[in-house]
């Protein structure tokens, strides 16, 4: 039997709406509906396998139930903006999956969705609806069923009128019956007040129907008895509102349903707007028959190359893709070359080829290598390191990857399929060979190179930006040595540590069960114990840190399991987890340092993260220790900016107070603490100092006075004191604020010092929480963005001042705003005044940057 899938669009949107956490593009179009809801209909299509399809939407305007029942729905809260603005996105889509979709004045998706499961039962087609709303199941029959949805769109269970009956006890036209008696709170039905679902089902297990009920009113007893006899008229208009319609002339035939091949180009070139790059991957590879195939050749001699060297000795440019393998740094390795001087023509040089022709792979890497040559590559950090493996210094000139992330720095990833496809509008494929990819670097350089003029970021890219990858390129080389003996120690302390935490909570709980399991913790807790409940989810009790944060103090299990928690992260993300990545040939670790990630500028580590090492706790510092100099002779120094980002704030802001206590090389937060509680400077005790800090880093970073509140331990009315006390004081600082979202709000983007830009969607949203969040990031952006700008334009000279002098110092990790070196003793002190010199004169800023230094021979010494 060919089977009919119809969806209802409304309740299916409205569901994944609230389902799925906020989901919008770099461009601020909210997205999470839309991506749920697809996502869903790509699974389920794949699992069903349906002949025909339909997806049906209500319309804006009353329906005839709104015309009978001036009540009806009126209790619904209006649909949010950001809901609202995803339909016509999903129509698109839908029309790109050559699904019909049916809408019609006077009616709801329901109506239409019954009228076309009629018309289907006819045709002898079995009807699969799929749906969040139970008023669907009077719609089943033996040939009809309604996938329900039951948790979210994630989960569905499937009715048909054995299941209703099991379900209910009823047939599934009995279900409007049910509603005429109970009502329905949702669409505003009244039905018989004091009668709820047990108590219908009861009476239509017994009479039937509605009708039959109201007619045996007499036999009932009591209050149901008064309530049937008074209110009957009103449950059977609320049975007939919750009727649904199904003669509607739907307007289409079931053939026009058909299921047929979406088109997807025109999906994927959706999908790619939308930024849904795990649904884009799902789609089938398909050829372009907009674009000529121009298939690159494959190299195998040297004589091949001619053309392409003649070329570019006249054009002094060339375009270079390359296949690499490997993830860790120490491990990338090359795997093919593409080549390309112009469009219309490309070479790809296979991995055999370079291993098998010595006099191929030369002429190659003197092209390469030929500084008047400009070199177009993508993701060039990462080619780089292959390079260098093969005994080639690499330096290109233009980075497409680099680029992309300036002109929009908060896109989800910058793979060159991508960036071709949106700034060239051409299908391109991951599985093409590195020739045919490399074809498009240049018209892709040409336009990133136009935007970058327009939006004047050409300085930060080229002077900044493009000469750091190649810092952190030999960074992420270098790698950092480690005491595989230290780790080892440090994981069996950490493991007998948490023995000794796992018998002192079993003590206190007064029984052993599974720490780590939320649900045996919370039984402990909140039932054995009896601690106060903090919050509950659909699965239980909630033991996140919040809610144990929260318990402080009520029972000495709390700290405890705390301690149990942060020493477990410690001994399996560190102690236990560095061990695996530990080069058993050179004993260093070797971190990958992202410069396409944060939205701020700011340069981050992964795989390890060596920049969210706990610095400030004991065990922290541990496993700072186990990180050590390269070898005896050799020291690790740290060179740290003292406060830059409040420096930044009084160069952005002008507040003479604040640029003065920099300038005279005062405490900034001694001074701020004796200016907002009014003492003398020399009055002021630690706690106060520490106060004046939560509310200078505070104001960074937009805190409200109920966050210092929580922050500091004392109250709101406290805090908001606190807080205008610093703007009296430093009234520049609120002027610098106000205008700084006054121009986001304008423009819709901030810049920092160098001209970075960061797009701020939700600036000017109608959604409180949404836009106030904002508001914080183009207040912090900034700030935050310009000292990253800052340490990135020190990095690049610091290098370039080592390659000068030939040095054997080495720069090995950025921490925010913390610079690490592994430095021979015999070069320390030409070292440090270069990095002081660097650091201090990097940007020039309206107070002086100031670095502080410490030397050891672990990085634990210099913490």
């Not at 001087?341 to 003197?366: C, H, Q």
């Not at 000495?556 to 102690?575: D, G, W």
């Amino acid at each position: 039997m060919k089977k009919i899938m119809l969806i209802d669009g409304n309740s299916l949107m409205h569901r994944a709406f609230y389902a799925l956490p906020p989901l919008m593009t770099s461009k601020g179009v909210h997205t999470n509906a839309v991506y749920g809801f697809v996502n869903m209909l790509m699974r389920i299509i794949k699992e069903e396998s349906p002949d025909y399809i339909a997806v049906a939407f209500d319309r804006k305007a009353p329906t005839f139930r709104h015309q009978e029942y001036a009540a009806y729905k009126a209790n619904r809260i209006k649909m949010p903006d950001e809901l609202a603005g995803q339909f016509e996105i999903l129509k698109q889509i839908l029309e790109a999956m050559n699904i019909r979709y049916v809408e019609k004045e006077g009616y709801e998706a329901d109506d239409l969705l019954g009228s076309l499961s009629k018309k289907a039962e006819e045709a002898g087609l079995l009807t699969l609806i799929v749906t969040g709303d139970k008023d669907t199941l009077q719609l089943v029959s033996p040939k009809v069923q309604v996938m329900l949805t039951r948790k979210g769109i994630s989960e569905m269970e499937v009715y048909d009128v054995q299941k209703i009956k099991e379900r209910f006890g009823i047939p599934p036209e009995a279900v409007p019956d049910m509603k005429g008696l109970m009502g329905d709170a949702s669409d505003n039905l009244p039905g018989i007040p004091g009668i709820g679902e047990k108590t219908a089902l009861k009476l239509l297990q017994e009479y039937g129907t509605l009708e039959n009920i109201l007619e045996n009113a007499g036999a009932l007893k009591g209050k149901l008895r008064e309530s049937v006899l008074a209110y009957g008229e009103q449950a059977k208009s609320s049975k007939k509102l919750a009727t649904i319609v199904r003669d509607v002339d739907v307007e289409v035939d079931l053939e026009e349903l058909a299921f047929s091949e979406p088109d997807y180009e025109e999906l994927a070139r959706i999908f790619r707007e939308l930024e849904f790059y795990s649904l884009l991957d799902r789609l089938p590879r398909t050829r372009d028959n907009n674009r000529p195939e121009k298939a690159s050749v494959c190299v195998a001699d040297v004589g091949q190359l001619d053309k392409i060297i003649e070329e570019v000795k006249t054009r002094k440019v060339v375009a270079v893709e390359f296949e690499t393998e490997g993830k860790s740094p120490a491990a990338v390795r090359l795997k093919g070359i593409g080549l390309s001087a112009s469009g219309d023509y490309s070479y790809f040089v296979p991995e055999g080829a370079l291993k098998e022709n010595p006099r191929l792979k030369d002429a190659i890497l003197s092209l390469l290598t030929d500084r008047e040559t400009a070199k177009i590559v993508h993701d060039g950090k990462r080619a780089r390191i292959a390079l260098v493996r093969e005994g080639i210094d690499f330096i290109y000139d233009f980075d497409t990857m680099l680029a992309a992330y300036l002109l929009d720095p908060s896109k989800a990833r910058y793979d060159l399929e991508s960036l071709v496809f949106e700034n060239l509008g051409t299908e391109l494929r991951s599985s093409e060979d590195a020739g045919r990819r490399a074809s498009f670097l240049l018209p892709l350089k040409e336009v990133l190179s136009e935007k970058l003029k327009n939006q004047d970021m050409e300085s930060l890219f080229k002077d900044v930006e493009m000469p750091l990858s190649i810092v952190l390129a030999d960074m992420e080389m270098a790698g950092i040595r480690v005491d595989p003996e230290k780790l080892q120690k440090l994981s069996l302390e950490f493991g007998q540590k948490l023995e000794g935490l796992t018998d002192e909570i079993y003590k206190l709980a007064g029984l052993e069960f599974n720490i780590n399991s939320p649900k045996q913790l919370g039984e402990v807790l909140f039932e054995k114990l009896s601690l106060p409940v903090i919050k509950k989810k659909k699965s239980g009790y909630s033991t996140d840190a919040e809610v144990l944060e929260k318990l402080k103090g009520a029972h000495p299990i709390v700290e405890k399991i705390l301690e149990y928690r942060f020493l477990m992260k410690m001994k399996s993300t560190y102690a236990d987890g560095l061990l695996s990545l530990v080069d058993r040939e050179t004993f260093k670790i070797y971190s990958n340092f992202n410069q396409t990630i944060t939205a701020t500028g700011r340069i981050s580590s992964t795989e390890p993260n060596l920049q969210n090492i706990p610095v400030k706790t004991d065990i922290g510092k541990k496993i700072r220790g186990v990180f050590v100099a390269e070898n005896p002779d050799h020291v690790l120094l740290s060179g740290d900016y003292s406060q830059i980002e409040l420096r930044v704030l009084a160069h952005l802001s002008g507040d003479e107070r604040l640029i003065e206590a920099f300038v005279k090389g005062e405490d900034i937060h001694a001074r701020t603490a004796s200016e907002v509680f009014g003492i003398p400077q020399e009055q002021v005790t630690s706690q106060l100092r520490d106060r004046a800090k939560a509310v200078n880093f505070g104001i960074i970073y937009g805190i409200s006075d109920y966050g210092l509140a929580q922050s500091l331990g004392i109250t709101t009315s406290e805090a908001r004191e606190y807080i205008e006390s610093y703007f009296n004081r430093y009234p520049k600082v609120r002027d610098y604020i106000r205008e700084t979202i006054k121009d986001a709000k304008m423009k819709g983007y901030v810049t920092t010092i160098l001209n970075r830009r960061r797009y701020i969607p939700d600036i000017n949203s109608r959604n409180y929480n949404l836009r106030s969040f904002a508001e914080r990031v183009a207040v912090n952006t900034p700030i935050q963005g310009s000292a990253a700008d800052i340490i990135k334009v020190a990095m690049v000279k610091i290098y370039n001042h080592f390659k000068e002098l030939k040095l054997k110092a080495k720069m090995l990790i950025q921490v925010h705003d913390e610079l690490i070196f592994d430095v021979p003793k015999d070069e320390l002190e030409v070292v440090k005044n270069i990095v002081k010199s660097d650091m201090e004169t990097a940007v020039p800023l309206r107070v002086p940057l100031v670095v502080d230094f410490k030397v050891g021979k672990s990085w634990e010494e210099i913490s």
